[in-house]
């Protein structure tokens, strides 16, 4: 027996998740709607089946093919325009010769089918309706029977007053063909509307038959949510797959669940999910394949499609989330609220409960989402941020993007020229830079490759093998699951706003240049990088003192790749060295807090009575400082010391310090007679401006220091080696030096702040300040007389952030809070309520909880 599948349904109510996939291809317990309903048909042994197909059809005819992989044969009947319920029968008549069935292929059901057939062949009729008893029939058509279960009328969408039965029509139908007679040609037509009724009107042999078994029409987000709870209550038989690893919670293949994670059931783990520590997974959860739910997410009650990312502290309750969505930190969803394909939720924004985010939109980190977001078509994300192009290994970051993003970059290269390619340790940076490199070669430029390398060793050999560019790849600092990939020019330099624009038009517009295979490019292994490094920075640095200074030093390198550079430079400064976590191990590394290792160092400093001791980040740009007393330098004390030093050895020099430095800064080169050259707060900003200003010192993010006669970039060994020479110079203690510093008190705050309403508050607040003596360098600094506040939007987040440095802690903290609290009020005067802008970003009017701060420059991700 032949079987009909009606699969052309757009599922208009079950949008955004039906937005760009047909309602039979929508998950159910991790598997299509559809193939439910084949296996259904296939138990019953109806393995012919005709499938009808409108909405989306290749989605559909891709997924089954011609059905061999499920046991049965599959054709395909595809209407060009809506045809109705019967008129797409119809429109598959050719292939329907015999008796058949019509199953819808977007419910759920377990209904016996042999029992609806058998019952139709006892009866001789025409066409037989397989019923169901529902609790509410308002939103079904009811059919009313007699005793022998012949149809008496029907009652299309009836009211509470004309409900004087609870039998609906579930959409499954026995028919002969003799059928086709009564459907009209050439027009839509409908089965329960028109073709029924006239049947029942000309007193056609028409019967209803009472199935027992499960059924849900799923034509709502609730009755979807509901349906996978039926499932995983055992109240329809349907194969779920995976492993039962104990009453009511299926596990499939591949999982990784951490032992701390709770798992209360009854709940679906498909295949290949990840589950961190101390997730919960609630009652009535569905995962499904590829699922990444990180430390300390809580999911409840939702379904979850594939591919789906789940940052820490993560709060979903009762809703569905769409395939590739991503969820950032503490990022919350209510009940009843839906997220269609592709979309991302920013770190702590919230999603209210019943609001629908369609395909691909962006939420705002802190946005507090309270209506739907349909219409709004999403804004190009920018694909460079401050730190680079960054996002979450194997989700944003994927081997595809990168391939994408290396062949636009090499785009923008000569073809047959060489750039320097580098990692750290880790096996996502290592996968990451393979892909990047293929899509340098695919472009026709060649890679040398120097492997594991620090960031200082990558952009010298870009120098000194006269490169045209370079990439790094490594995780972030500030989150291990994320990977950065930083881009420099021919100089060893972050690559300029103006190469990233051009870098972002060639990739979004796919416009790679593709060279013929002879032209392909090719990868070398430089041997003598390192030494190179090394040779050149010892030749820049007077080492003469600091060799017969006999000084004692413990470093730690922090499992990075600084431990493959150190041993060759410590071996030229003659010094007596100590050195823990001495080897390349991305595990430890990613574990690294570098206050703790600089406490445990300084330990060693006291007990090994040394000189002097470090602790050099993994990726080799950042220093923390130890004193000779086992003190740990704080950003400000290693700056105003380093300073110090500077302007006691060196002659004729000049500096670049960013605008949020300590007004001490100033003043220690101002008394020196040492010139000050202030730059932005980014990387880039400070790097370019030493790489072209005549200073010999430069100062970027905390810890992170520049040496232009060596190399114009954050480099720690070479603030080690030149730290060494001037303490050697000097013949004076750092712990001297350091007490008598002044104290540094600079308080940070930050305010969240929309993006359409960033440049209002900052105009009005330049407005209000007008006669004042402002620094407009980067953002608004307002100096006064025993300090200055600082006011500067964030590039990459919606905040504002305020640094304010006062005589003391208190007076530091209530200037900075003065400031945030105009920024508030400015936001407060502007249009109330959620804001919305062309891109379809939403973001919060200063809903979110703002962002207070500590003593010290600790600059939060600052960009230009």
């Not at 779920?240 to 596990?251: C, D, K, S, Y």
């Not at 370079?470 to 020019?489: E, S, W, Y």
């Not at 002044?742 to 209000?768: C, D």
């Amino acid at each position: 027996m032949k079987a009909v599948i009606m699969a052309g349904g757009e599922g208009t109510r079950l949008r955004p998740l039906t937005s760009n996939q047909p309602k039979p291809m929508l998950p159910m317990a991790n598997r299509p709607m559809m193939e439910h309903v084949v296996k259904l048909l296939s138990s019953h042994g109806m393995t012919d089946i005709v499938v009808t197909v409108a909405f989306m059809p290749n989605a559909i005819r891709t997924y089954f093919g011609d059905g061999s992989e499920l046991g049965v044969r599959m054709v395909y009947a595809t209407e060009e325009s809506p045809l109705g319920t019967a008129g797409s029968v119809l429109n598959a008549r050719d292939e329907l010769d015999e008796r058949f069935l019509v199953i819808s292929g977007d419910v759920l059901t377990d209904i016996d089918l042999t029992a609806v057939v058998d019952f139709h062949e006892r009866k001789g009729a025409l066409a037989t309706l397989a019923l169901a008893a529902v609790e509410n029939p308002l939103e079904f058509g009811i059919v009313i029977t007699r005793e022998d279960g012949s149809i008496d009328r029907f009652l299309e969408k009836p009211t509470w007053g004309q409900v004087f039965s609870d039998t609906i029509n579930t959409g499954i139908y026995v028919l002969e063909p003799e059928i086709f007679d009564s459907i009209p040609p050439h027009r839509p037509a409908d089965f329960s509307g028109e073709v029924f009724p006239d049947v029942l009107e000309r007193g056609g042999p028409l019967y209803g038959y009472v199935a027992e078994g499960y059924w849900e029409d799923v034509g709502t987000t609730e009755a979807y949510l509901r349906a996978h709870q039926d499932v995983l209550d055992a109240k329809v038989r349907v194969d779920v797959g995976g492993f039962e690893i104990r009453p009511g919670v299926w596990v499939g293949k591949g999982c990784i669940i951490d032992p701390t994670a709770t798992i209360e059931g009854p709940a679906v783990i498909a295949d290949n999910c990840s589950i961190g520590a101390n997730v919960v997974l609630g009652e009535y959860s569905t995962l499904g394949s590829n699922v990444r739910v990180t430390e300390g997410a809580d999911v409840r009650r939702s379904v979850v499609h594939d591919n789906a990312y789940f940052g820490p502290g993560v709060r979903v309750a009762g809703a569905v989330i769409g395939r590739s969505c991503d969820l950032r930190r503490g990022a919350t969803c209510e009940p009843g609220s839906v997220l269609g394909e592709g979309c991302l939720i920013g770190a702590h924004a919230h999603v209210r409960g019943d609001v629908k985010v369609y395909p691909f939109k962006t939420v705002e980190t802190g946005a507090v989402v309270n209506s739907s977001i349909v219409w709004e078509s999403r804004g190009a994300r920018s694909l460079f941020g401050s730190d680079g192009v960054r996002g979450i290994a194997n989700v944003d970051m994927s081997p595809e993007l990168v391939v994408r993003l290396s062949m636009a970059w090499a785009s923008t290269l000569d073809r047959g020229m060489t750039i320097t390619a580098s990692r750290d340790t880790s096996r996502a940076a290592r996968v990451l830079k393979r892909a990047f490199m293929i899509g340098c070669n695919a472009a026709g430029v060649h890679v040398e490759d120097l492997e594991v390398a620090t960031v200082p060793v990558t952009r010298h050999h870009i120098r000194s093998a006269g490169n045209q560019g370079g990439m790094t790849v490594r995780l972030a600092r500030d989150d291990p699951q994320a990977v950065v990939i930083r881009l420099f020019d021919e100089d060893g330099l972050d690559l300029a706003e103006g190469g990233q624009r051009k870098v972002e038009r060639l990739y979004h517009r796919e416009d790679f240049r593709r060279v013929l295979a002879s032209q392909i490019g090719d990868i070398d292994f430089p041997s003598r990088a390192v030494e190179q490094y090394t040779k050149d920075m010892v030749g820049a640095v007077d080492l003469s003192a600091a060799r017969s200074a006999n000084m004692k030093l413990v470093l730690d390198l922090s499992y990075g790749s600084a431990s493959f550079v150190m041993p060759n430079l410590l071996a030229k400064l003659d010094a007596d060295v100590l050195v823990v976590n001495p080897y390349a191990l991305t595990s430890g590394m990613m574990l690294v807090d570098l206050d703790v290792h600089a406490r445990q160092v300084g330990d060693l400093v006291r007990a090994s009575g040394a000189h002097l001791g470090a602790v050099i980040d993994a990726d080799g740009e950042r220093i923390v400082i130890i004193d000779d007393a086992g003190t740990v330098l704080s950003a400000d004390q290693a700056l105003l010391a380093l300073l110090r030093l500077v302007v006691e050895t060196r002659q004729d020099v000049a500096v670049a310090l960013p605008v949020v430095v300590s007004r001490w800064a100033e003043a220690i080169c101002a008394e020196a007679g040492v010139p000050v050259v202030f730059t932005k707060m980014s990387s880039a900003s400070v790097i370019e401006v030493a790489a072209s200003e005549q200073v010999v010192f430069a100062a970027g993010q905390p810890g992170a220091f520049v040496w232009p006669d060596f190399l114009p970039a954050y480099d720690a060994a070479a603030t080690l080696v030149e730290l060494v020479s001037m303490l050697s110079l000097t013949s004076q203690p750092l712990s001297k030096i350091v007490d008598d510093l002044p104290k540094v008190f600079i308080v940070h705050e930050a305010v969240m702040t929309p993006w359409e309403q960033k440049g209002m508050v900052m105009r009005t607040l330049v407005e209000q300040l007008d006669g004042q003596d402002l620094v407009l360098i980067d953002g608004v600094k307002v100096p006064a007389e025993d300090g200055w506040a600082l006011v500067l939007p964030d590039p990459d987040d919606p905040v504002t952030h305020v640094w304010a440095e006062g005589p003391s802690e208190a007076r530091a903290r209530a200037r900075a809070q003065q400031y945030a609290v105009r920024l508030r009020q400015l936001l407060r005067s502007g249009e109330p309520g959620q804001a919305r802008t062309p891109a379809g970003r939403w973001r919060a009017r200063a809903e979110g909880p703002d962002r207070g701060g500590s003593p010290g420059i600790g600059f939060p991700r600052a960009g230009s």
